[in-house]
């Protein structure tokens, strides 16, 4: 080890791809940070407090995509590459790389490569050695193969969807990491001089987001042994992954993984917590009342409350949707009840159409325009949607979005964007000008709501919208999947195996196939 403080390393890309739109994500989306750059995305990293001043971080590439298509060959490897050669660096620089924190979400898939995070892994370990200790932070609704718990040496997941302790996780990870090299350098604890156990159990269920949130049972109560597990003498993490359903990959599917430096305690953790997820399957159901898309306009007209809030899920640009499927905003558009502006106020948010928005921004606010937008990539369900309207807003130098217009059709205030963009919190909607708790529904390209909107919804549901991340998982195709997997499949001739299988931790890629 260094002569001081443990260097440890940061890098990672994380992204969460559904297989089944059209569009793709290149390697400009993923905004690349390098260095200072990514040290100073965390709080937990500054020199002021203890994880901070306790090692020499170092920054390599970390990169973070808006969740959408597969990621192109090309976009993975030049990224790739560039971690793999600052890791290289490190050491002809004569610096020895003690850790590794990959930051990485689990769902990410690229062209013609199945497990990208595995392979990722695969060459940045080759790139620092077997000696290094490797610690990741995933998303729980990614995916954890043999292959990527083998490679390993340490990994954790979110506890909560919505996903609340974001920060919280990483933090764990790298803390979990800091304190074992630190111990191990001190020569405490002899379980430290080696690595740890990994208890590892593949659970065939395969289910959304939507029905597996952490507000909700069984979720709820899954996830609270979660700390349970962790709270056993000889143990030292223990995770739950939903797994990623809008992907076809044979390691999509459910896992816990568990850590720790007694055998029997770790392996029994692991088992406990794959139990419990088994045992609950016929349990998950939405979060929300469900029903199609004007059933969900037909409750929210009717009811007294106020915002009602509508997820258009099928194309939820934070799950993988593209973001411009337009079959949510024509129907609603040609509902007659939103015909005059004097109707009721909805929101729709949002299609993208670079096109519209230029047209708009020279017209001004104020201006009627004549605009066409959406399905400039996913045209599968519905073409682009062509509107007369008012100019109601602009704003330019959003993250995503880069130019917002709101432009009222009737009585309905769409957003467009220039690029897609998640709208999830109020600022969202009040730096357009438009004020969502005194409208009366409003439409978010979104699977469960997240914490601000859950908080200003007076009442919401779950519309069964077509897009790239359908909810209804069986209209999709899947037919990579391992077989049988709940919910698809019923009935099942014999239980699962969900004994824990021992993984040491290896830089060796595994020749045996993903059990």
Known sequence: MSANKPVIAICGLACETSTFTPSRTD??????????EIIARYPFLEPSTKLGSSASWRGILTGHALPGGVVTREAFESLSNEISHGLRDLGAAGTRVDGLWLDIHGAMCVEGMDDCEAELLRRVRHAVGPDTIISASMDLHGNVSRELAHGLDLVTCYRMAP?????????RACRNLVEWLLARRKGRRNEMLRRPYKAWVPVPILLPGEQTSTRDQPAKRIYAAVPEVEAVDGVLDAAVWVGYAWADEPRNRAAVVVTGWDKDATAEGAERLA????????????????????????????????????????????????GDVTWGLTQLLARPEFKDPAGPTVIYASVPGPQAIQTAVEAGVGATVTVTAGAEVDNIHAGPITMTGRVHAIKHGDRHAVVEVVLQVGSVFTILTKLRKPYHRERD???????????????VKIGYLEPELYDMAADWMLALTPGGVDQD?????????????????????????????????????LSGPDG
């Open 27 to 36: 390697a400009a989306a993923f905004h690349p940070q390098r260095g200072e």
């Open 275 to 322: 139990r419990l997820f088994w045992d609950a399957r016929a349990e998950f159901k939405f979060v929300a009342p469900t029903g199609s898309f004007g059933e969900c306009l037909d409750t929210a007209l009717s009811s007294c409350s106020r915002p009602y809030f509508i997820s258009d899920s099928g194309d939820n640009p934070t799950a993988g949707g593209s």
């Open 473 to 509: 998982l069986e209209r999709l195709g899947h037919k990579r999947i391992r077989r049988p997997m709940w919910p698809f499949d019923k009935i099942f001739e014999k239980q699962p195996d969900l004994s824990a299988r021992l993984l040491p931790s290896s830089n060796l890629r």
């Open 429 to 443: 909607f009040t730096e357009l000008d438009l004020n969502p708790r005194a409208a009366d529904i409003v439409i």
């Open 163 to 171: 996903h609340e302790d974001e920060l919280e996780t990483k933090e």
